[in-house]
């Protein structure tokens, strides 16, 4: 069981996966909601990413997991669908200094570390906020100690959920643990997108498979952040 320690302010928690350069939570949600809000909230309606490499299995994923949060605002904003993520021709290279948001290179921990995240994190989403409250831009990285494959499997991460995940902070959704007061689930298949380990409970699984498919709670908060921002 892989956990991480990381100090936001003055909250410490155990995560595995990273949110970078994010002031302050502001939880506003009540308890067994399954969602939790961030204090910066996208500033755009639609980010357009670029990928840092290009596979067959690759491609898919990221198209999936932009298609999961797509789709998703139709049930979130009463039936009209907001693409929040569209996938650039081409490749960039990560830099997290330039204005352009990329998505899954695979960096070094010292990159990570460079980014704002820890050593052991297993995928940092790097935000610019700007001490803004809103998200200006996003660079979405992945930590080459680890594997990462497609589906369930106790030998690497399952690659589309951990992405499906870390877009969900783009969009301004925090994560969620065991110990949560906002997390209320019954068994571990009902875990929603923005759950923030690869195990849960009991469970002898890697969950990050699960994080593929969109719960009630991640619906709720999507909906939420469409109604601060007004989109």
């Known amino acids: 069981m892989r956990k991480i320690k990381i100090v936001i302010t003055i909250l410490s928690a155990l995560l595995i996966f990273n949110i970078a350069n994010i002031i302050a939570f502001a939880a506003t949600n009540a308890a067994g909601d399954n969602y939790k809000i961030c204090a910066a909230l996208p500033m755009y309606k639609n980010y357009t ?6 596979t067959p299995s690759i491609d898919t994923a990221i198209q999936n997991a932009m298609n999961t949060w797509n789709n998703a605002s139709l049930q979130a904003n009463s039936g009209n669908r907001i693409n929040f993520f569209s996938l650039a021709s081409g490749t960039k290279t990560c830099d997290i200094n330039d204005s352009y948001n990329t998505i899954g290179s695979l960096v070094s921990y010292y990159d990570i570390i460079s980014a704002g995240g820890t050593a052991t994190a297993i995928a ?11 998200i200006f831009f996003s660079d979405i990285m992945f930590n080459s100690n680890y594997s990462f494959g497609n589906g369930m499997s106790m030998q690497y ?6 992405l499906t995940h870390e ?6 959704l925090d994560d969620l ?9 019954d068994t571990v298949n009902d875990l929603p997108v923005m759950y923030g380990s690869d195990t849960y409970g009991n469970a002898s699984v890697n969950v990050t498979v699960l994080l593929r498919y969109i719960k009630q709670g991640d619906i709720d908060g999507l909906a939420e952040v469409i109604d601060r921002r007004g989109f």
């Open 177 to 185: 643990y065991e110990n949560s007061i906002e997390l209320d689930v």
């Open 167 to 172: 877009l969900g902070h783009t969009l301004g």
């Open 49 to 54: 990413y670029y990928k840092t490499s290009s």
């Open 157 to 162: 991460y399952d690659y589309q959920g951990i």
């Open 124 to 134: 940092l989403n790097s935000r610019f906020t700007y001490n803004s409250g809103y």
